[in-house]
């Protein structure tokens, strides 16, 4: 049972349009919600996390949005750009600090 | 110190032989994870270490797979008889609390087994 789901396997976006990444869950145990990059031949890359009891965290061009009512977060990258393309996974952590990693989102940046 | 890094970063294997990964995590680091990436899924948890603590391991670790942490600074992942189901990217990750989150991992560039 896929405790955090994102339903979009691949995103086409226009350069310098906003990209935005969706994200389910279902454990409502989770504390921390993260989002991870992902460039091919390289290991997952921590991008930016949000605390269960915030509804939004901003870092540049990164905000993350939760709607903990609806078990759902997004990824928001505005403007998007080349460097952006990768796959992106959304991600849960609880107490006991595991992180449960959804199957991930291929993000294409379109020039 | 430039991340976590694993080695081999390729293993090609016949069925039924026996194989062993390493990980280096950032020096700083208490706590190690191993996580199995297959094709179209995100990395799933193996287990974890806190210094030479192995503190959990999921179902999804046989027992055909050990991991150790003797002095609580590299990390091997030893897989035994080896199937042609795991076949997949072993990847090894970092934190500490006293860096940071333990939930911001820092991920290695993984171990891609194939078993032929």
């Known amino acids: 049972d896929q405790q955090v789901k994102q339903n979009s396997p691949s995103l086409s976006v226009q350069e310098g349009r906003i990209s935005i990444l969706n994200c389910d869950y279902t454990?409502?145990?989770?504390?921390?919600f993260l989002w991870y990059k992902k460039y091919p031949a390289e290991g997952p890359t921590f991008l930016i996390s949000?605390?269960?009891?915030?509804d939004k965290n901003e870092d540049g061009r990164f905000t993350v949005f939760l709607n903990k009512s609806a078990k759902h977060l997004s990824l928001h990258i505005v403007p998007s750009q080349p460097g952006d393309s990768a796959v992106y996974f959304c991600?849960?952590?609880?107490?006991?600090?595991?992180?449960?990693f959804g199957k991930g989102t291929r993000l294409h940046i379109l020039p | 110190d430039t991340g976590v890094s694993q080695d081999p970063r390729h293993k090609i294997t016949k069925r039924g032989q026996n194989v062993t990964f390493r990980c280096d995590p950032i020096s700083e680091h208490n706590r190690l994870y191993w996580y199995r990436q297959t094709l179209g899924q995100g990395p799933e948890f193996l287990t974890y270490?806190?210094?030479?603590?192995?503190?959990?391991k999921s179902r999804l670790l046989s027992d055909r797979f050990s991991a150790e942490r003797p002095k609580g600074s590299f990390s091997t992942l030893e897989i035994q008889r080896t199937e042609q189901g795991d076949s997949a990217m072993y990847l090894c990750?970092?934190?500490?609390?006293?860096?940071?989150?333990?939930?911001?991992?820092?991920f290695g560039p993984g171990t891609r087994l194939t078993v032929t």
């Open positions: 454990n409502s145990m989770f504390d921390y």
């Open positions: 990750a970092s934190s500490s609390k006293r860096t940071g989150p333990t939930y911001e991992q820092y």
């Open positions: 270490f806190q210094n030479e603590a192995q503190l959990e």
């Open positions: 949000i605390s269960s009891i915030k």
């Open positions: 991600a849960a952590s609880g107490l006991d600090d595991k992180i449960i």
